[in-house]
């Protein structure tokens, strides 16, 4: 288990709920890994990531699907690729990455409380 830490510091993570709209395979990236557009909406509109998520998604099954992301970490550049947010996942039994995702349709851009 990591440091405990206050509710005022997990307030100043801002994760929400948006929906892929557009996924591309990354083949330049050091890692098997896959470039995703997702819309939340609103003020946020699409931002764009990298994710190695090659074990168990290809990318055109992804369009539309809603999936929970960090929204205001500061952009970093993977590869030749700028991602802007930090899309969610947790390990399989094999360490690989299964993306967490909302069980029902919810609006687009909902932050996680």
């Known amino acids: 288990m990591s440091d405990a830490i ?3 510091d997990f307030l100043k993570v801002d994760v929400r709920v948006g929906t892929v709209v557009q996924a591309e395979p990354y ?3 050091r890692k098997p890994a896959i470039k ?3 819309d939340f909406g609103g003020d946020l ?3 764009k990531s990298s994710a ?3 074990r168990h998604y290809e990318p055109e099954e992804l369009i539309g699907k809603q999936v929970m992301a960090v929204v205001n970490f500061p952009p970093r550049q993977i590869g030749k690729f700028m991602s802007e947010i930090l899309v969610l ?3 399989d039994e094999d360490g690989e990455v299964v993306l967490l995702t909302p069980d ?3 609006p687009q ?3 996680l409380f």
């Open 27 to 29: 083949p330049e990236a």
């Open 36 to 38: 995703l557009w997702v």
């Open 52 to 54: 190695q998520i090659t």
């Open 104 to 106: 029902k349709p919810v």
């Open 6 to 8: 206050s509710f005022e």
């Open 45 to 47: 509109g699409v931002k």
């Open 89 to 91: 996942g947790v390990p």
């Open 109 to 111: 851009g909902g932050r």
